[in-house]
Nanobody, 122 residues
Framework: QVQLVESGGGLVQAGGSLRLSCAAS?????MGWFRQAPGKQREFVAG????????YYADLVKGRFTISRDNAKDTVYLQMNSLKPEDTAVYYC??????????????????WGQGTQVTVSS
C-alpha cells in the first residue's frame, strides 16, 4: 500500500503561481494530478510516466502547468503558473501501481492523496 501526501496548495491571486508536491511512501509508476471543483466531476490535469520522460496535459492547463518527478525522492510536482480563477479546486495526486504510462481516467489509478485546496482570486 502506497500513501500519497500532497502539499503546496493555498490562496493566490489570478496570474500568480503555486507549486504542488506529492510525496509517495513507496515506489510508484505512472502518476497524475487531478482536480475537482465544487459541483463538478474530478478531471485530469496532468500525468507523467514512470521514468519522467513522457508528460501529458489537459488542454485547459497546457502551457501553464508543468508536471515533473524526482524518483530519488519518490515525489511528483505540479508547477502552476498564470493561474486563473477557474483553476480553483481541490487538487489530488494519484499513482498507478502497475502502468508506466499515465492515462486520463481516474479509474486507472490505484492510490490517491487526500487532496490540497487551491484557490485563485480574481
Amino acid at each position: 500500500q502506497v500513501q500519497l501526501v500532497e502539499s503546496g496548495g493555498g490562496l493566490v491571486q489570478a496570474g500568480g503561481s503555486l507549486r504542488l508536491s506529492c510525496a509517495a511512501s513507496g515506489r510508484t509508476y505512472a502518476m497524475g494530478w487531478f482536480r475537482q471543483a465544487p459541483g463538478k466531476q474530478r478531471e485530469f490535469v496532468a500525468g507523467i510516466s514512470a521514468s519522467g520522460g513522457a508528460r501529458y496535459y489537459a488542454d485547459l492547463v497546457k502551457g501553464r502547468f508543468t508536471i515533473s518527478r524526482d524518483n530519488a525522492k519518490d515525489t511528483v510536482y505540479l508547477q502552476m503558473n498564470s493561474l486563473k480563477p477557474e483553476d480553483t479546486a481541490v487538487y489530488y495526486c494519484a499513482a498507478d501501481a502497475f502502468q508506466r504510462v499515465p492515462g486520463p481516467s481516474a479509474a486507472e489509478y490505484d492510490y490517491w492523496g487526500q487532496g490540497t485546496q487551491v484557490t485563485v482570486s480574481s
